[in-house]
């Protein structure tokens, strides 16, 4: 394979970031082309909760921020997308649940509603009235408050099935151990690439880019998790449990067993529950079965009169990669570095990627877009999994 190939653009990384960075400029006229290593639909991206952050869950500490308000308009430009309006037609994609919900029990509850009340949070959340309790808090021995709240839950391996065959055309499978960084040359294997603009969008892999790139700049941070599966005869849930912090005491998102095979093992109908928030931070140093019996104990606290006989557990450890912040903490917002002809990219949270691509396509704004039609000789990466397609339960 001898050949040289121009492109605008050259993105590392299939996850959201790069997948939805590849598609935007392709519609702006750029040619552009991405590298995968592993599968299409990235490794946190395939992974994540799939829930359209509007910023409410980052006001939870009792004000609105900064942040929070720029990512306010985040649910409508994806709900755009959604009914094939956006920026990118996603019309194809698979909406779990159009809203979430959050609840809280005992005395927590009097001192949310104020919150809740007040005249920035009124328009985010719905207070419901007992009657109009979905499973499973209609219960009469559910005492706390339930409120709703529109941002939508996406199925994720529904977007980023959709992402990858739109953008499958452009996209190629190679082995990084075969990559090399010449000048202003990108070589892999055979093939010799002399991209106009680089971007690094490859989540956790971001760093061993840079590192080849001879680059310690800028830092990546992980912070990791240890995400519990519990696959049964549960209801379709999303909702978060509001604890003392800001952050969740848990966040539940549900996958109907039915609609893929792993799931179905056992003959079980019924939901997977994918269990993050708080549970999922504070059980990294637990070993799987202790945060197996962590979650138990927390589901048997939080919704008592929920049947946990029956159920199947398992975990996934997984890093969240993001540009580094003092303290370690979660970055407020996407991150877009340059050096150079590079970009270096973390979205920080799926539901930030439009504003992501945003960055991208200011910073390729002082290119004129060659439109060229060149694809890579390469094969097409395999579709990455969801977690619990790939797991062994408990
Ligand atoms: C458990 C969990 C739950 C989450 N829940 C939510 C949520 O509900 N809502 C939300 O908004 N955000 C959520 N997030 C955050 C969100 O998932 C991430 O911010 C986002 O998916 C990151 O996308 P990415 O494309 O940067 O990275 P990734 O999805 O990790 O993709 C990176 C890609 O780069 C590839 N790669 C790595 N190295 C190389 C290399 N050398 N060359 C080429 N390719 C390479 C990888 O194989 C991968 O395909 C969650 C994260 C986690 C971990």
């Not at 294997?189 to 603009?197: A, I, N, S």
């Not at 104990?297 to 029956?310: I, K, Y």
């Amino acid at each position: 394979m001898t050949s040289l190939l121009q492109p605008d653009l050259l993105i590392f990384g299939g996850g959201i970031a790069g997948l939805w960075s590849l598609l935007r400029a392709r519609a702006a006229g750029y040619s552009a082309l991405l590298l995968e290593s592993r599968a299409l639909g990235g490794v946190q991206s395939i992974a994540c909760q799939g829930i359209i952050h509007g910023g409410t869950k980052y006001a939870l500490g009792g004000r609105l921020s900064a942040a929070a308000r720029a990512i306010g308009e985040m649910p409508g430009r994806w709900r755009a997308c959604l009914e094939g309006g956006g920026e990118l037609d996603l019309s194809g994609v698979r909406v779990l649940s159009p809203h979430q919900y959050l609840w809280s029990s005992g005395n927590l509850a009097s001192s949310l509603a104020g919150f809740f009340g007040s005249r920035a949070m009124r328009s985010r959340v719905t207070p419901l009235a007992r009657e109009a309790f979905p499973p499973p808090f209609d219960q009469p021995a559910f005492r706390g408050a339930l409120y709703r709240l529109e941002e939508p839950v996406l199925d994720t391996a529904s977007l980023m099935g959709e992402l990858a065959r739109q953008a499958a055309p452009w996209c190629g499978h190679y082995d990084p151990a075969a990559l090399d960084f010449e000048a202003e040359l990108v070589k892999v294997g055979g093939l010799t690439l002399r991209p106009r603009r680089l971007l690094f969008a490859a989540g956790a892999g971001n760093a061993a880019l840079l590192e080849a790139r001879g680059l310690s700049q800028p830092a990546m941070q992980r912070r990791p998790l240890q995400m519990v599966m519990v696959r049964g005869s549960l209801p379709p849930v999303y909702a978060h449990a509001l604890g003392a912090s800001a952050n969740p005491r848990l966040t539940i998102t549900s996958y109907p067993c039915s609609q893929r095979s792993g799931a179905v093992a056992g003959g079980v109908s019924g939901n997977v529950w994918y269990l993050g928030g708080e549970l999922s931070e504070k059980g990294v140093g637990r070993s799987r079965e202790a945060q197996i019996e962590a979650a138990r104990r927390e589901l048997a606290s939080l919704l008592p009169w929920l049947d946990l006989d029956g159920l199947r557990f398992s975990t996934l450890r997984i890093d969240r990669a993001e540009v580094v912040t003092p303290g370690g903490k979660r970055p407020d917002d996407i991150f877009l570095g340059r050096q150079g002809d590079l970009l270096v990219a973390w979205p920080t949270k799926l539901a930030f990627v439009p504003r992501l691509a945003d960055a991208v396509l200011e910073a390729l704004r002082d290119l004129a877009p060659s439109g060229g039609g060149e694809t890579l000789p390469l094969p097409t990466p395999p579709l990455a999994q969801l977690p619990w397609e790939e797991t062994t339960w408990s």
